[in-house]
Nanobody, 122 residues
Framework: VQLQASGGGLVQAGGSLRLSCAAS????????MAWFRQTPGKEREFVAA????????WYADSVKGRFTISRDNAKNTAYLQMNTLKTEDTAVYYC????????????????WGQGTQVTVSS
């Protein structure tokens, strides 16, 4: 499976962005999906995850209530809707897929997108 992340950009604090993660190669419906983010010098951080059907989601405490992960298996795409953005949300955002149970650990994921930069200005 190959993942292509898009939708990043520059936004003011309080604004919104929607990231997309388009899959090719195999149906996305077979996989749990997640978003992680990373800033220079820091480890990749879990943001949100969703199971294969979209029925169950998980969020990092830092984004709960502001971000929403979703998926459209018919379009082979996962999304991350980010609202009320803060400067500390600035990072490169990566989507990832896993054949088994979703996890908050990046080490459990089988394939990754290339990352999309999100910059939130004050």
């Amino acid at each position: 499976v190959q993942l292509q992340a898009s939708g990043g950009g520059l936004v003011q604090a309080g604004g919104s962005l929607r990231l997309s993660c388009a899959a090719s190669g195999r149906p996305l419906s077979s996989y749990g999906m997640a978003w992680f983010r990373q800033t220079p010098g820091k480890e990749r951080e879990f943001v949100a995850a969703i199971n294969w059907s979209g029925g169950v989601t998980w969020y990092a405490d830092s984004v709960k209530g502001r971000f929403t992960i979703s998926r459209d298996n018919a379009k082979n795409t996962a999304y991350l809707q980010m609202n009320t953005l803060k400067t500390e949300d600035t990072a490169v955002y990566y989507c990832a897929g896993v054949r088994t149970q979703v996890s908050r650990s990046s080490a459990q994921y089988d394939f990754w997108g290339q990352g999309t930069q999100v910059t939130v200005s004050s």
